[in-house]
């Protein structure tokens, strides 16, 4: 879960440092929905051990539980968008990126068609940048 998470991570914050700022989307969002399901991994084991002597904490448990699908979603969301604003550089819909939204949905083979499109970028973002501690004229 914890690799997972920072896969998202990664490739959210490049992402997002490469789209163009009018199309950007809100990066605070986006590291919250990524802390709290990691942070919520450890209150889940903690009430879910408990629940069995008490089951009125399932009535917490639940809640907090969806909320945390919600953000692994919106992180989905966010990465898959992200990666499609980098590519074409133009406002897109959920049309437009709903290939690599389902392709991160569906995780261990999705990474073989997402990540060689991040390496891409990456590849064409670090031959773009100029070289810095050269010999100067």
Same mark, same amino acid.
């Given at each position: 879960?914890?690799?997972?998470?920072?896969?998202?991570?990664?490739?959210?914050?490049?992402?997002?440092?490469?789209?163009?700022?009018?199309?950007?989307?809100?990066?605070?969002?986006? /590291?919250?929905?990524?802390?709290?399901?990691?942070?919520?991994?450890?209150?889940?084991?903690?009430?879910?051990?408990?629940?069995?002597?008490?089951?009125?904490?399932?009535?917490?448990?639940?809640?907090? /539980?969806?909320?945390?699908?919600?953000?692994?979603?919106?992180?989905?969301?966010?990465?898959?968008?992200?990666?499609?604003?980098?590519?074409?550089?133009?406002?897109?819909?959920?049309?437009?990126?709903?290939?690599?939204?389902?392709?991160?949905?569906?995780?261990?083979?999705?990474?073989?068609?997402?990540?060689?499109?991040?390496?891409?970028?990456?590849?064409?973002?670090?031959?773009?940048?100029?070289?810095?501690?050269?010999?100067?004229?």
């Amino acid at each position: 879960m914890f690799c997972f998470l920072g896969w998202f991570w990664s490739m959210g914050s490049f992402l997002s440092s490469i789209v163009q700022p009018a199309l950007k989307l809100n990066t605070r969002l986006f /590291h919250f929905a990524l802390v709290y399901p990691a942070l919520y991994v450890f209150v889940f084991i903690a009430l879910f051990q408990s629940s069995t002597t008490n089951p009125a904490l399932l009535a917490i448990i639940f809640p907090l /539980h969806f909320f945390a699908m919600f953000c692994i979603f919106y992180a989905m969301y966010f990465v898959s968008k992200s990666l499609v604003l980098a590519e074409t550089n133009k406002p897109v819909t959920f049309y437009d990126y709903a290939g690599p939204f389902f392709l991160i949905w569906f995780f261990p083979v999705g990474v073989w068609f997402i990540q060689p499109r991040i390496n891409r970028l990456y590849a064409e973002r670090k031959n773009i940048e100029p070289l810095t501690g050269g010999a100067s004229a």
